[in-house]
């Protein structure tokens, strides 16, 4: 009877195990979704601030601030990706770990936060046309950052329902063979 206790209690163990990291990767898929409406959602604001054109000193201003404030929104969103690196790298066999890297290096090499403050300092300066042209470079680099979350989003979904179908099957063996046990 005891060895009986001392098995159920392992397989216990083993099954809330898996259930937490389960819930970590339900976790890592959420903070990759928030990503990616995060990312469209300044990568909008960014198209609604280049279609501006301010008339006078007040607007351009106005325009700066803006820009400055989605440029604090791009280092939080930075943070957060690093963040949600470190968590995907607790499970290397089901994350798309290199397409992240991939993607943080492509920040980095769009100098996007660096961008973003030059923006506001040609809008500040009253240099509409360089603005401009900054601003088309912002809006295809956001374009693309867009586009690696989605793909990465794409391909831990895939991932996630194959470990979905084989805890199945393995909570299925699990439970064929404790009935037959008993």
């Known amino acids: 009877a005891m060895q009986k206790f001392s098995f159920s209690e392992e397989q216990f163990r083993k099954s809330i195990e898996r259930t ?3 819930l970590k990767r339900i976790q890592i898929e959420q903070k990759m979704d928030e990503a990616v409406k995060r990312a469209e ?3 909008r604001l960014q198209e609604e601030l280049a279609a501006q054109r301010p008339e006078n000193t007040a607007k351009s201003e106005e325009a700066a601030r803006d820009q400055e404030n989605l440029r604090e929104q791009y280092k939080n969103m930075e943070r957060q990706l690093e963040q ?3 968590n995907m790298e607790e499970f290397p066999a ?3 770990l290199s397409e992240m890297e991939k993607l943080q290096e492509s920040m980095q090499k769009a100098n996007l936060d660096q961008m973003l403050q030059q923006i506001s300092q040609s809008l500040r300066q009253q240099q509409m ?3 401009s042209d900054q601003q088309q470079q912002a809006l295809q680099a956001m374009g693309s950052m867009v586009q690696d979350l989605k793909q990465m989003q794409q ?3 895939q991932n996630q329902q194959r ?3 084989q805890e199945m099957r393995r909570a299925g063996r699990d439970l064929l063979e404790l ?3 008993q």
């Open 163 to 165: 470990q979905i179908v």
């Open 179 to 181: 009935s037959q046990r």
């Open 155 to 157: 391909q831990m979904r």
């Open 84 to 86: 949600l690196q470190k």
């Open 94 to 96: 089901e994350m798309p």
């Open 20 to 22: 937490l990291n389960l």
């Open 129 to 131: 046309q360089q603005a």
């Open 41 to 43: 959602e300044m990568r």
